[in-house]
T-cell receptor, first 115, second 114 residues
């Protein structure tokens, strides 16, 4: 596709349920990031994938959060046993290799609401 | 205290005004500075990218970095209603390549009135 695609655009779930958020990066981009944007907070880094290397999971807030990237393309962020504090916009971004100041391209995000 | 501080606004200006948006930061290791624009219900898009101290101009936009004061600014000249968005500053200690994690400000909401 022309840009980073995320689905669903909105997700409402009940506390304690598991959710899966999907990101389809720009074709050919090897780097993929997940960020979280909460009301009144800046974007918070969650996890980074680069090619076949082990992901950088240092931003994941708890072991309820996990992510995978299949075939070096599509990524899924899974939140288990959701809590109300997980409510936020989850943004995915991708970038290609090349110049040192490479540009991150963001998707429109998934608005997650945990009731 | 947050590493990056940014006034959330909202900031409302008349069309044609010069807008000044600012961020302060505490981490002296930051060398790379960015401004992103985020329209409602959209992801951020990169507006300006600067390295170290100095100015950079691109059309109606000018980015300034003062590392001695740990202060960065974005100026928008001849502001237009289409500039109405949230502006996020972001910074890092290394180039945004190779998986670098950016530290973002909370964003300033700007509204340009007709």
């Amino acid at each position: 596709g022309a840009g980073v695609s995320q689905s669903p655009s909105n997700k409402v779930t009940e506390k304690g349920k598991d959710v899966e958020l999907r990101c389809d990066p720009i074709s050919g981009h090897t780097a993929l990031y997940w960020y979280r944007q909460s009301l009144g907070q800046g974007l918070e880094f969650l996890i980074y994938f680069q090619g076949n290397s082990a992901p950088d999971k240092s931003g994941l807030p708890s072991d309820r959060f996990s992510a995978e990237r299949t075939g070096g393309s599509v990524s899924t962020l899974t939140i288990q046993r959701t809590q109300q504090e997980d409510s936020a916009v989850y943004l995915c971004a991708s970038s290609g290799l090349g110049s040192t100041n490479e540009k991150l391209f963001f998707g429109s995000g998934t608005q997650l609401s945990v009731l | 205290q947050k590493e990056v501080e940014q006034d959330p606004g909202p900031l409302s200006v008349p069309e044609g005004a010069i807008v000044s948006l600012n961020c302060t930061y505490s981490n002296s290791a930051f060398q790379y500075f960015m401004w992103y624009r985020q329209y409602s219900r959209k992801g951020p898009e990169l507006l300006m990218y600067t390295y170290s101290s100095g100015n950079k101009e691109d059309g109606r936009f000018t980015a300034q970095v003062d590392k001695s004061s740990k202060y960065i600014s974005l100026f928008i000249r001849d502001s237009q209603p289409s500039d109405s968005a949230t502006y996020l500053c972001a910074m890092s200690a290394t180039p945004t390549g190779g998986g670098n994690k950016l530290t973002f400000g909370t964003g300033t909401q700007l509204k340009v009135e007709l």
